[in-house]
C-alpha cells in the first residue's frame, strides 16, 4: 500500500535559517505529490505540489522537486520567518479518488 | 468564494451520545472527503463523497460511523454511540477535479 515517511521532529531554527524537511514515500502506480502546512487552530493549507517525476513545486519561497529514483519529495527554504512556524506534511495521491495518505507532520518552530 | 466551511468548530459530546458534522464544500466542487486526525498524529482517510454517493469508504470504522452527501446541503458526518477514542479533529476537504484538494478548518470533538 502507500506510505508517506517524514523526518522526526520538532525542528527549531533561528530566523533566516536554511530548512530542509525530508520525506519519502511508498506508492503503487504514478503519485502527485504534496507539502500541506498547518497552523495552530486551523485545517490544512496547501503549500505546494507535483504531478510528474522531476516537477518542482513552489510557493512563499517554499519549493520541493519529485524525485522518482529516490522517491522523495524533500521540501526546502532559503531563509525562514517567524511566521513559518507550523506544522508541514507531506502527501501523496494516487489513482481515481485521489485520497491523500499523509506523512506524520512535523512541527518547525522558528525564533527570532 | 469562500472556502470550505465546517460546523461546529468545536464539539463536546458525551459518551453514548450523537455527533454531526457539517462541511459545506467551496461553490462549484462535487468531490468531498472526510479525514481524522488523532493526537500527535497525521491525517487519516475515512470517506470520499460525491454528490449522492459514497464512493470509497475503505478508511471509515465499520460500526456506529455515517457518512452522506445529499443533493441539497452539505455533506455531514454522523457518529453514532460516541466513545472517548473518537476524540480527534476531524476535516473536510473538497475538490473540483481529482488534482487538489482544499481543506476546511475542522471539528474538534471531545467526548468526555
Known amino acids: 500500500g502507500n506510505s508517506v515517511t517524514q523526518m522526526e521532529g520538532p525542528v527549531t531554527l533561528s530566523e533566516e535559517a536554511f530548512l530542509t524537511i525530508n520525506c519519502t514515500y511508498t506508492?503503487?502506480?504514478?503519485?502527485?505529490l504534496f507539502w500541506y502546512v498547518q497552523y495552530p487552530g486551523e485545517g490544512l493549507q496547501l503549500l505546494l505540489k507535483?504531478?510528474?517525476?522531476?516537477d518542482k513545486g513552489s510557493n512563499k519561497g517554499f519549493e520541493a522537486t519529485y524525485r522518482k529514483e529516490t522517491t522523495s519529495f524533500h521540501l526546502e527554504k532559503g531563509s525562514v520567518q517567524v511566521s513559518d512556524s507550523a506544522v508541514y506534511f507531506c502527501?501523496?495521491?494516487?489513482?481515481?479518488?485521489?485520497?491523500?495518505?499523509f506523512g506524520k507532520g512535523i512541527t518547525l518552530s522558528v525564533r527570532p | 468564494n469562500a472556502g470550505v466551511m465546517q460546523n461546529p468548530r468545536h464539539l463536546v459530546r458525551r459518551r453514548g451520545q450523537e455527533a454531526r458534522l457539517r462541511c459545506s464544500p467551496m461553490?462549484?466542487?462535487?468531490?468531498v472527503y472526510w479525514y481524522r486526525q488523532l493526537p500527535e498524529e497525521g491525517l487519516k482517510f475515512m470517506v470520499y463523497?460525491?454528490?449522492?454517493?459514497?464512493?470509497?469508504e475503505s478508511g471509515m470504522p465499520k460500526e456506529r460511523f455515517s457518512a452522506e452527501f445529499p443533493k441539497e446541503g452539505p455533506s455531514i458526518l454522523r457518529i453514532q454511540q460516541v466513545v472517548r477514542g473518537d476524540s480527534a479533529a476531524y476535516f473536510c476537504?473538497?475538490?473540483?477535479?481529482?488534482?487538489?484538494?482544499?481543506f476546511g478548518p475542522g471539528t474538534r470533538l471531545l467526548v468526555l
Open positions: 506508492a503503487t502506480g504514478y503519485p502527485s
Open positions: 507535483a504531478t510528474k517525476a522531476d
Open positions: 463523497l460525491q454528490k449522492e454517493n459514497i464512493i470509497d
Open positions: 476537504a473538497s475538490s473540483p477535479d481529482f488534482e487538489t484538494q482544499y
Open positions: 461553490k462549484g466542487h462535487s468531490h
Open positions: 502527501a501523496l495521491a494516487t489513482g481515481a479518488n485521489s485520497k491523500l495518505t
